[in-house]
C-alpha cells in the first residue's frame, strides 16, 4: 500500500513537472517570436 501511493504521488509529480516545462517553453517560444 505504501509503495503504491509512494508511485502515485511520483507520477503526480513527474505530470506537474512536464505541465511547467510545456509552459516554460511556450512562454520562451512566444518571447522569440515577439
Known amino acids: 500500500m505504501d509503495s503504491i501511493h ?3 504521488s511520483v ?3 513527474m505530470k ?4 511547467q ?3 516554460a517553453k511556450n512562454q520562451r517560444d512566444q518571447a522569440c517570436i515577439q
Open 21 to 23: 516545462l510545456y509552459q
Open 16 to 19: 506537474t513537472a512536464d505541465q
Open 6 to 8: 509512494c508511485y502515485k
Open 11 to 13: 507520477d503526480c509529480l
